[in-house]
């Protein structure tokens, strides 16, 4: 059985001191798939090294919309550049944030705009954060032929059907194991199962105060989703990795010869 971790910071500097150890307990765990996200130099080259070893790693790049207090356009030439060079599998995390950084909403705006026209040029998926900025989040992807996975998803369950028409897939992380969490779990229950994806966040959204999460705890999400679901393990972790694996081969990349290792 393979688990897949659909977004996890394996190269942040949370890891430094411990990134092998993160590494053998996820492997053990089951964890051989996983997308690498990085919004940092140190986090690609860290991530890089990985995604080289492990055929089930994937490497996506990004400008994050919490990170545009320095909206510079140059930026976006350099990621351009780094997707490029890095043979990168996809964007992300991009999109909005209206909940954490309501001050730079007209970069974010821009930054996200940006970058989705870079995935159709590029033929790359995307990985977007979207918080309280669903409706925004919406009306942009609905410009772009791309397709990718809607991050860390909380909202309703209607919402989750119209990102789902437009090609997307919907990833759940630990939200559905606080103890007074029913409405992931709603919309968990009505969720198509050909667009259900698993993730960690880690380092970040720790369910256990003081912890830090990592990728080897996805194995617990998978479980809860296992149990809203009514199905076995194995089987919501065979579909998952279906899905994971359909996020890639949706690409039409424009120009493969970037991707040629
Ligand atoms: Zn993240």
Do not use: W
Not at 204 to 209: C, H, L, N, R, T
Not at 224 to 247: G, M, P, T, Y
């Amino acid at each position: 059985m393979i688990l897949a971790d659909a977004h996890c910071h394996l190269g942040s500097r949370q890891f430094d001191n411990d990134r092998e150890e993160v590494l053998s307990r996820m492997l053990e765990n089951g964890v051989e798939k996983a997308i690498l996200i990085c919004c940092s130099e140190h986090d690609r080259l860290a991530s890089m090294k990985l995604r080289d070893r492990y055929p089930g790693f994937r490497l996506a790049l990004s400008i994050h919309p919490q990170d545009l207090e320095d909206d510079d356009l140059q930026r976006l030439t350099v990621l351009k550049q780094a997707l490029i060079e890095s043979h990168a599998d996809m964007i992300g995390e991009t999109g909005l944030d209206y909940y954490s950084h309501p001050h730079t909403k007209e970069a974010q705006i821009r930054f996200f705009e940006a970058q989705m026209e870079m995935a159709a040029e590029l033929g790359l998926p995307v990985d977007i954060h979207s918080r309280k900025a669903s409706r925004d989040t919406l009306e942009i992807i609905k410009k772009y032929p791309v397709k990718g996975i809607i991050h860390s998803y909380s909202g309703s369950g209607e919402m989750a059907q119209l990102y789902i028409k437009q090609g997307y897939c919907i990833a759940f992380g630990a939200s559905v194991l606080f103890p007074n969490s029913r409405k992931p779990a709603q919309v968990i229950a009505q969720m198509p199962l050909d667009r259900l994806l698993v993730e960690t966040d880690a380092p970040y959204q720790s369910p256990v105060k003081g912890h830090v999460h990592e990728p080897a705890d996805v194995v617990a999400i998978y479980e809860k989703i296992a149990e809203i679901r009514k199905i076995r393990l194995e089987e919501l972790a065979s579909r998952v990795e279906e899905n994971f694996d359909s996020v890639f081969l949706t690409i039409q990349s424009k120009d493969k010869h970037t991707r040629i290792t």
